[in-house]
């Protein structure tokens, strides 16, 4: 018989506190874990100096880390780093590291691949293998710190995955990177994009977890934004722009839409009007980006389409910048993201998502 060891990576403070009294522990030997893994980053049960001999043993026989490991690391000529990185059960992910964009910026994933099969997404051409336990979004963030040496600012959930497709392990890793004796990224720093799932975002304003959204948009009808993104067609844009305003006025942030630049299909001068309509009574920022080459038909807005439509938005009073593309040449850049590398699991472990959920 073999036994299970509990994964303590993506535990809350109670949760080891619970972990440690169960052990027979005092509460508080929960308390020192939750520093040891969040605080400190500890990689081992002997690292945690402070405990016990004999109960680090224990916690040796009964408990994991189950760290993320690295396959590949490449560095573009502009700093983007990425980072390929490997589960306990052989399953890969892509996380990418931004020095001084400005501070320090890690853009992780949620999930493994991508149901929604987004035109301009590389990622939904994997297909979906299964969501990422709070630990392992979290050990993103850790991963990173520990490989670049740096201390990170800013936080994206802009990889793999659709956020909330996997809502409750998010939201668990969000509490867990804000949390100041934890890993202490301020929630103001923390973003979160989705390509708008209007029940969720529903959801998130009742539970108003500790980080801002960003909305990949992409398109100002529900015909055209359809054509590229085909979960659109299971949420109006109506009712989405309904439950953004909620948000705004429920968390007081600004929303950011996302918006890449695709030729003839998003870049015209009703396009920009469009978008005056559909934004009224969001405070807002549009950032434009250039789309980059992942094997779809779409072609990307010239220089001067892209420049004369932040023109277009700024006269409508849209505030709007156009976002510096980085990690081109490592395929690190917005819409890049694959697990190139073999994934070791069968092909038939990929499934989908009903995306009318």
Request: net charge neutral.
């Amino acid at each position: 018989m073999t036994s299970t060891k509990t994964s303590l990576l993506g535990l809350t403070r109670a949760e080891l506190e619970s972990f440690a009294v169960a052990l027979g522990e005092p509460s508080y030997r929960g308390r020192q874990l939750y520093l040891w893994i969040y605080g400190r980053r500890a990689r081992s049960f002997e690292e945690m100096t402070d405990l016990p001999e004999p109960l680090r043993r224990r916690l040796d026989a009964a408990a994991s880390l189950d760290r993320l490991s690295l396959v590949r690391d490449t560095t573009a000529p502009d700093g983007a780093r990425k980072l390929l990185l490997e589960m306990s059960d052989g399953l890969r992910i892509e996380s990418v590291y931004l020095p001084d964009s400005p501070g320090n910026t890690v853009c992780i994933s949620s999930q493994v691949g991508c149901a929604l099969g987004c035109a301009f997404c590389a990622t939904g051409k994997m297909g979906f293998y299964r969501n990422l336990t709070a630990g392992e979004i979290v050990d993103q963030v850790i991963e990173v710190e520990r490989l670049t040496g740096a201390r990170l600012t800013n936080v994206v959930l802009m990889g793999m995955g659709e956020p909330l497709h996997n809502y409750d392990n998010v939201v668990k890793a969000l509490h867990l990177l804000s949390d100041p004796k934890g890993i202490a990224i301020s929630r103001s720093r923390i973003t979160v994009s989705t390509v708008g799932i209007t029940p969720m975002i529903e959801r998130w304003c009742s539970d108003d977890p500790p980080a801002k959204l960003a909305i990949s948009l992409h398109a100002t009808t529900d015909e055209r934004r359809a054509s590229i993104m085909p979960v659109a067609r299971a949420y109006p844009l109506d009712d989405l722009m309904k439950s953004l305003r909620r948000l705004a006025h429920v968390t007081r942030y600004h929303v950011t839409f996302e918006y890449i630049m695709i030729a003839g299909l998003n870049d015209r001068r009703e396009d920009a009007t469009n978008l005056k309509t559909l934004l009224r009574n969001i405070p807002v920022k549009v950032n434009l980006i250039r789309l980059h080459p992942t094997g779809s038909d779409l072609q990307p807005s010239s220089d001067n389409a892209i420049a004369r439509f932040l023109d277009w938005l700024r006269q409508e009073g849209i505030r709007c910048t156009l976002r510096e593309s980085r990690g081109v040449e490592n395929s690190a850049a917005c819409g890049m993201l694959f697990a190139q590398e073999p994934i070791r699991p069968s092909s038939t472990q990929r499934r989908t998502l009903d995306t009318d959920d």
